[in-house]
Each structure stands twice: as C-alpha cells, then as structure tokens.
C-alpha cells in the first residue's frame, strides 16, 4: 500500500534526551514536511525539504533537527534544547511545490517527562 | 508566522444547523487547500481550489475561493455528528505549506 508512515505512534523520554522520529514514504513523492500540533491548536511548520539533500528551516525549528539522506525518509530529531517538547507531531508529504496535496502521516505523540 | 488567518476558532452548533469557517491571507495566494483533523487523528486533505472566484461543493460541503485569492471560506449545510473535527485551510507558498489554526467544530446530537 503506498502511504506515508510515521513511528512510533507513541513514544516517552526523559527530559534531556535526544529522540528521533520516523517518517517514511513510498509515494515518491519530492516534498516532505514536519509539523508539531499542541492540544487544540494548529499546525506549526518545523522544517521542510523539497529535494533529497537539501531542507529548510520553517516557523519553530529552533531545538530540532533533520536530515533527508534519501527522497523516501526524512526523520526529525528532538534534542535537549527543545525547551517543550511534548507534543504532537505530524509528517507530510506531496508530489509539488507546495502545489498539490499533502498527505499525512499517523502522527507521533511525544511526552518528555 | 501563518500565513492564512482562519476564524472562528471554535464553533459549536446543533446537529442541522449551518456550519462556516473563514481564511483569510494578506497575499494573494496560488491555491488555497481544505483539510479536515477528525479527533485523535491526522488531516486528511478535502479539496483545491485554484481560480478566483472558484466554488467547489462536496455533498453539504461548499468551498469558495475569493475573487482577489486572498481569501477563501468552507460551508457545511446541515451539519451531522460526523462532521466533527477541526478545520484546516493551507495557502502553499513558495517551496512550503502553511496552514491556519483551524476550526474546531463540535456538533451536539
């Protein structure tokens, strides 16, 4: 089935702890994008990468970090410099330059305790 | 920051009553897309619109992009408890996709 696939659905970690996010896609899709989502709020933009090799920081990168090392994955990583990491994060995807559709992924929900 | 301004912020309605949310952008934008949060879940993307002036329905849903493309709104006639959800719409910019802060719709039985 193609889709996109984030993992874990639910993931916990001590406070000061690096922790990586997976999100995978067999849509071939070009862009993929990071968002967090805090209880009853909207979609705040991390990063975006439009091409493999190559990403952009969005509204509220500060204390995260990603890679795109291939068209197919683009994981995020919390680190300890993200003062409040708890939260919800989705991963998207589309075929154009913010011209077509985005699909979304399940979510990761993170808690830092 | 966002891109799109999305209000209201929440709405609460009775089952059968009409249903609106409204985006509105300070720039003229290239499309604007609708996208619908059940709870507990992810958006799921509901439709495009790209011409000024555009109207695009949906069964009870109706989508309209403003003549200038600054500003777009979503109706739902007849709301049912399967409607619930939040709201988003997304003005794709440049190489990235922002959205508004959504609607968040409840609909009492």
């Known amino acids: 089935d193609g889709g996109i696939t984030q993992s874990p659905k639910y993931l916990f970690r001590k406070e000061g702890q690096n922790v990586t996010l997976s999100c995978e896609q067999n849509?071939?899709?070009?862009?993929m994008y990071w968002y967090r989502q805090d209880p009853g709020q909207g979609l705040r933009l991390i990063y975006y990468?439009?091409?493999?090799?190559?990403?952009q920081k969005g509204d509220i990168a500060e204390g995260y970090s990603v890679s795109r090392e291939k068209k197919e994955s683009f994981p995020l990583t919390v680190t300890s410099a993200q003062k409040n990491p708890t939260a919800f994060y989705l991963c998207?995807?589309?075929?154009?330059?913010?011209?077509?559709?985005?699909?979304f992924g399940q979510g990761t929900r993170l808690t830092v305790v | 920051g966002q891109q799109v301004m999305q209000i209201p912020q929440y709405q609460h309605v009775q089952e059968g009553e009409d249903f609106t949310t409204y985006c509105n952008s300070s720039?003229?934008?290239?499309?604007i897309q609708w996208y619908k949060q059940r709870p507990g879940g992810h958006p799921v993307f509901l439709i495009q619109l790209v011409k000024s002036g555009e109207v695009k329905k949906q069964k009870r849903l109706t989508f309209q992009f403003g003549e200038a493309k600054k500003n777009s709104s979503l109706h739902i006639t007849a709301t049912q408890t399967t409607d619930v959800g939040t709201y988003f719409c997304?003005?794709?910019?440049?190489?990235?996709?922002?959205f508004g802060a959504g609607t968040r719709l409840t609909v009492k039985p």
């Open positions: 998207a995807s589309s075929s154009g330059r913010g011209a077509t559709e985005a699909f």
């Open positions: 849509l071939n899709h070009d862009a």
């Open positions: 990468s439009q091409i493999v090799n190559d990403f």
């Open positions: 997304a003005g794709p910019r440049n190489n990235d996709m922002r």
């Open positions: 720039t003229t934008l290239s499309n």
